[in-house]
């Protein structure tokens, strides 16, 4: 079957191009992936999105834009994506437990993953205490003490932002340096509410039942376990878009964010487009992808209608 819009991704970017491809009666067909609805599954109350002014439970919010998709037309279907051949006009998409589709034009807004570390307690207790997004979460932390796990400049700017609201922050890094560039390491040492736990290894989050009550960590010089006494643990070890099943087709950067035109959605290939966090390494909030889903409905809209799209990189050159 032909369609003359795909979207692979049913978080706010995904969900949000539907919307507006939906209403423009094109009828797309949306592709579910493993984590339906993104991460906003994966966290509890969300107060920073505008429009709800006590807030909003993740898992509700996305379940409310997928039924605003849905209600303008939006086809939602289950699926993981195999394959996309790039090489033709429409575009062939290999999706497992589903026949073969093609499609016009095609946006990808498989978002990106949180880097976990792995240990015993971590995926029970996402939700009570622990955390990969500050920006997210901090405000639920006021006078708390908390910690961040990770080296890096990610790390340094979680645990400076959460110093706004805890009242000590601790960094746990499982060597002595640090990887994070000097200037984010001289912003966080000069921090009086970040103490440091340098070149331990996390071995397990530990829970009351209710909520993370410490983490327990090794010293890799002398193997002595200790718990660290917290009342959130913020993992910040980095983030993995969902890219691979485009790799070698689309231009992506080293870390396999996919590159698009300033400006716009556009990636390499025309009538491809991508949003969401698939494509933004810096922001990574649900307002931001749901702004970029927009505008890649409109990019995907006015390709179909044979307009072209504007290249930024160009007029500002």
Not at 21 to 41: F, S, Y
Request: glycine content about 10%; charged content about 25%; proline content about 3%.
């Amino acid at each position: 079957m032909t369609y003359k819009s795909v979207i692979l991704g049913t978080g706010p970017a995904g969900l949000t191009a539907a919307v507006y491809l939906a209403r423009a009666n094109m009828e797309p067909l949306v592709i579910e992936g493993p984590e339906p609805g993104g991460q906003l599954t994966l966290t509890t109350e969300v107060e920073n999105y505008p429009g709800f002014s006590d807030g909003i439970m993740g898992p509700q919010l996305m379940e409310d834009m997928k039924k605003q998709a849905e209600r303008f037309g939006a086809v939602i279907k289950r699926g993981w994506v195999e394959d996309v051949d790039t090489s033709d006009r429409p575009f062939k998409l290999k999706i497992n437990g589903m026949d073969d589709i093609e499609t016009s034009t095609l946006i990808i807004s498989t978002g990106a993953s949180a880097k976990m570390l792995g240990i015993p307690g971590e995926k029970e207790n996402i939700g009570k205490g622990v955390s990969t997004c500050a920006t997210c979460d901090g405000f639920f932390f006021r006078d708390k003490k908390l910690v961040v796990v990770g080296g890096g400049d990610s790390a340094m700017e979680e645990a400076n932002f959460l110093t706004k609201f805890a009242s000590e922050v601790q960094i746990v890094h499982r060597r002595n340096e640090l990887r994070a560039s000097k200037i984010m390491q001289d912003r966080a040492k000069a921090n009086e509410k970040i103490t440091w736990a340098l070149n331990k290894t996390p071995l397990e989050m530990q829970s009351d039942g209710m909520k993370i009550s410490g983490l327990k960590v090794k010293d890799n010089d002398t193997g002595e376990e200790e718990v660290l006494e917290t009342d959130g643990v913020f993992v910040a070890i980095g983030h993995n878009p969902n890219t691979e099943f485009v790799k070698g087709k689309l231009d992506m950067d080293d870390k396999g964010y996919i590159l698009v035109d300033p400006g716009t959605t556009n990636t390499n290939v025309e009538g491809i487009f991508a949003c969401g966090d698939v494509q933004d390494a810096k922001y990574r909030q649900a307002v931001t992808a749901a702004g970029t889903g927009c505008m890649a409905a409109m990019d995907a809209e006015r390709y179909l209608e044979g307009e072209a799209v504007i290249d930024w990189s160009q007029t500002l050159s």
